[in-house]
Structure formats: C-alpha cells, structure tokens
C-alpha cells in the first residue's frame, strides 16, 4: 500500500497530560511514531492505552481536560507543537481529516449531508459550492454509494450506519487530506456492513495515496487495514513492527495477551424438556407509524435462566423486536407473552410490576448515562421507583449493587460517569437494569464499543449473574465472537424475518440458511490477505460493493 517513503507525520516522545484531582498527570508518556506518505499505522490496545489521545495530538489537538506538555509533532516540516492555534485550525480538515466512531453521532441531524460535505473545501476555498457537490457526488460513487447522485440530499437518519460511515469518509476526502485519522469506524457495525466499509476506506487511501492513522481494539481488523501496527499500554509503546511480523511473531507479553483474548465460553444451556417459556414473541409484525413494515412474523422463545442471541446486519429488525418485547412498539399483529401471559402491548399500559420484569442494557453507555448525575442516583432511581426504598436501605442497596458488578461503593458511589472508562460505565448500566430486579434483561449491543479484553470481562460478568440471579438474556449483537461466548440459542434474523435458530452448538455447524453462511464468512480472521481474498471469492473488486458481496441481493 505505501507508494511514496516520504515522511509526512513525525512524533517524537511525545507526552500528554490529564487533569484530575487537581493535578496533572501524564496519559501519553513518551511515544515516537513515524508515518510516510501512502502509509497506514494500527494503533491497537485496550481502554486507557492512549489511542484516541495520540490520534487526536497528531493534528496538533489535546481533547478537554488534556495539554500536550512534552514532545515534537511534525506534520510535513510544520512543528505543531509551536504552531499558532490558526496555523492548526488551517490544517484541520484540509490536509488532516478525522473520521469519528459514530457517524450518527458526528453529523449534524437537522442538515442535509451534502451541506455538511461541503462546508470545508467552500470554508477552506479549495472549491466552489457546485464544484464541491460534484466532488462529493464523485466520491459516494467511488465508495459505492448506492443512488450516489441523491444519497447525498438526504438528511443523516434517512441512510443506513454503514453508509453514513462511508459518507463521513468521503466528507475526510472532500479536501484531499494528506493524513486521516481512522477512530474506531467500523466499531458499531455489523460484520456485513463492516467489510463494505473497511474495503471503501482502504480503496480510497489507496486511490489518494493517504496516509492515515486506524485507531481499533479489534485484531482482525487493523490486520486488513494497516501496513504497520503499533501497540500501546497505559500511554505507553509496546511494540511496533510491520503487519504480517506483528500478527505471526509478537514478542511482547502484553501483545501476545491480545492475540489470546476470547478465551471465555460459557457452557451451552437447553431450554428445558417441558415447562413454559419465560417470553414468547408470537407472529409478530411492526412497522414504525406509517411507514413500511419492519417485522414479519417474527416468533421465539426464551426461557428462564438462558441466553438467545439475535444475530443479523443492520436493519434486520433485531432491536424493533427489542422494542417489541419491552412495549416501546407496540405490533401492528401478534403478540408477546410473560410466563404465558400476555403483555399489554404498550408499556404505559403495563403495571409496575411488569415493567420491572423487563429491562434494557445499552450498546453506548456514554449517551445511556447522565454526565452529570452521580453513581449512586443513576443505580438508586429504579431501586426507589420499583422497591420503594429510601434512606439508608436505598444506600445499602445501591452498595450491594455495585459489589455485584465488582465495583468498589466507597470509589464510584459519588463519581459521575466521565471520571469512568468505558468498561466501568457498562457495568455502571448493568447495576442500573438489576437495581429493577428484572427475571429478563435486553442485552442491545453491549460489548461492541469495549476493547475486546473489557468486553471479555463483562461477558463473564453478565454469565455470573445469570447463574446467581437465574437471569434470562436477550443478547442482540453483530459480533459472532461475542455469540459462540455466552449464547444457548441463536436467532439469525434477515429483512424483519426470522431466517434461522437453534442450539447455539448446532448453529455453528453447516448446513446453513445461505444468510447464516454469509455471516460466518464475514468475520474478519488474522489474516493481513483475508480482506483481499473474501472480495475476491464474492467476485466484489477492491470497492466493497454491498449489493455484489451479498447473497441474495
């Protein structure tokens, strides 16, 4: 992939520091990295390493709360670290662009997105408003796009994830950057929608002769992407060597733990011989207001003390069915039954205790939490609404729930969730659904924006509560790894349907509904040629076209 040996970003013991308990502290301690032009950096480690910090200190930029105290950061002979603020901002966005975990969340909602491709190279002069919308419309075309001519005239809810993921990249492009910086963007998406991304992002590096920095936690992923990989711990270099050595012979301790994460499989559970399901989703159909429908005749079971994972890309109905259950949508058709019960199909029908019986875990536990409530209200809440607990006996509970998600109440019971990481702020949300004393917990997404050593923890951690609290999971996931980890069943769901499901040990094995086949093949494998080799099987060139690397259409 590197064409021109030409060196466009140079960092050298670099150290950035963090503000907290009125003192600054070093995060980054001391990290070199070079980078040519046309070249790809995987910058890989758990939650905390100083990833996304290094990302962002090499467009010369030190996030709230942090100030780059030490080091060099040259970009292209400029020296960013003495640079005026103008002098950076004149480099943001034209020659370093940035692409964002979440392209939901980055986009302005209530703008078209071509306004909002357009607003740098008009901003920065490079091009003309029209000359900018013919730019941009080439671009969604060379990252196929689908209708690139009108996908850009609609606003960012109108499109798929995985599309205005591809849309954001064509956004970094718009100036014909000379580095991006690639955070996570592929984190939240299924592994369908995934290999679109990752071959749109890789075509248009290449076409453009980019450079680019591909911050990730996931393995496979940096090793179809990156050219070198360097892996960080606590702000600090590990070790860093070209791809295929980094992947086939690591030599440090801490990478060698990487490679070996995932090691967690909770034993296969079967639903018992008789007895009544715990929930049951009867012939259900859905749609949202008029729109058109979202489910079709979807039914299942779930007993009592076991997981169903529902597997399936984006828009397969996986979550409409969550909304389902938990009353938020009501069916248009069939039903949902507890303990043989009906449940009254919209939630503010239902009586207390039936909404204490089902609660959510959410995939992003940074917009499920307050930032500004403390621990202790956010856990306390449903353990007052539902128990009716006050005073002492509200703080005894509250206590007892953070021992259960094996965190210290004398530390975390008056913080607030930005002084946690990620994974601490997940366990903070599974307190917050148990403090209900639910028998059924949705699980939406809940390990796919955790590092895969955090994920691996609170997969342990939701199994051992199912065994002490008899728990029944329903485990909505794209990650197959995080499946063969927890599941009993498995659901593969397609188009609003339920296309396959069974034990989770006979789900792994063939034959396979063809939809269940394209899953399995689309997880990505260590492998720095599996990318390459999966487009070229599905007879899909280096542009990831979704509608020729899927089966069925």
């Known amino acids: ?35 040519h032009r046309g070249e790809v950096m995987g910058l890989i480690g758990e939650s905390g390493a100083g990833k996304s910090t290094i990302g962002a200190g090499a467009m010369g930029y030190a996030r709230d709360g942090t100030r780059i105290s030490e080091g060099s950061i040259e970009f292209d002979g400029m020296e960013l670290t003495t640079a005026t603020e103008d002098e950076r901002r004149a480099l943001r966005g034209a020659r370093i662009a940035y692409v964002a975990q979440s392209a939901a969340a980055s986009f302005n909602p209530s703008h078209k997105i071509i306004d909002q491709h357009t607003e740098a190279p008009v901003q920065y002069r490079i091009q003309k ?31 798929s994830g995985g599309q205005l993921q591809r849309a954001m990249t064509a956004m970094a492009m718009s100036c014909r950057p000379d580095l991006i910086i690639f955070d996570e963007p592929t984190t939240a998406l ?19 002769n980019t450079a680019a920095i591909y ?91 076991m997981t169903v994972a529902v597997v399936g890309e984006s828009g397969s109905g996986k979550s409409t069915t969550a909304r389902c259950i938990t009353g938020l949508l009501p069916p248009q058709k069939g039903e949902v039954l507890f303990n043989g019960t009906p449940f009254p199909p919209d939630y503010r029908n239902r009586t207390k205790e039936e909404l204490r019986q089902c609660q959510m875990i959410y ?44 965190l210290d109440p004398a530390k975390y019971y008056n913080r607030y969730p930005p002084e946690l990481s990620g994974g601490q702020k997940q366990r903070i949300g599974i307190a917050r659904a148990l403090a209900a004393e ?50 009993d069943e498995v659901i593969v769901m397609q188009h609003g349907k339920v296309v396959e499901q069974g034990p989770k040990d006979d789900m792994f094995k063939p034959p396979h509904h063809p939809y269940t086949d394209l899953l399995l093949s689309s997880v990505p494998e260590m492998d720095p040629n599996w990318l390459t080799t999966l487009l070229e099987e599905r007879g899909v060139d280096n542009l990831g076209d979704a509608a020729a690397a899927r089966i069925g259409g």
Request: aromatic share 6%; glycine share 4%.
């Open 1 to 35: 992939m590197v064409k021109d040996k030409d060196v466009l970003l140079k960092i050298k013991d670099l150290k950035i520091q963090g503000y907290s308990d009125e003192t600054w502290v070093d995060i980054i301690k001391g990290v070199d990295l070079t980078l």
């Open 129 to 159: 408003r029209m000359e900018a919308q013919e730019d941009a419309i080439d671009l969604y075309n060379r990252l196929r796009l689908p209708n690139p001519d009108e996908i850009g005239f609609r606003y960012p809810h109108q499109v």
């Open 190 to 208: 299924d592994v369908t929608t995934q290999i679109e991304v990752l071959a749109a992002i890789r075509d248009i590096v290449d076409q453009f």
């Open 215 to 305: 911050i990730t936690h996931d393995l496979a992923v940096v090793a179809q992407m990156a050219d070198t990989i360097k892996v960080l711990l606590k702000g600090n270099e590990v070790e860093e060597a070209p791809t295929e050595e980094m992947l086939n012979n690591p030599k440090e301790d801490y990478t060698k733990s990487l490679w070996a994460v995932r090691s967690f499989e909770s034993p296969q559970r079967y639903r018992p011989e008789d007895g009544t399901p715990l929930i049951s989703v009867k012939n259900v159909d859905a749609a949202y207001a008029s729109g058109p429908k979202i489910l079709n005749d979807v039914s299942f079971d779930i007993y009592a003390g």
């Open 363 to 406: 995939q992003m536990a940074d917009t499920a939490l307050n930032p500004k409530v403390r621990i202790s209200e956010i856990i306390g809440r449903p353990a007052q609404f539902y128990s009716g607990l006050t005073g002492a006996a509200l703080k005894n509970r509250v206590d007892e729930l953070l021992d259960l998600i094996e």
């Open 438 to 487: 639910p028998t059924f917990i949705v699980c939406d997404e809940v390990t796919s924006a955790l590092d895969q050593l955090v994920a691996e923890g609170i997969l342990r951690l939701l199994d051992r509560l199912q065994d002490e609290l008899n728990l029944a999971y329903m485990f909505i996931t794209h990650d197959l790894a995080t499946v063969r980890s927890i599941a």
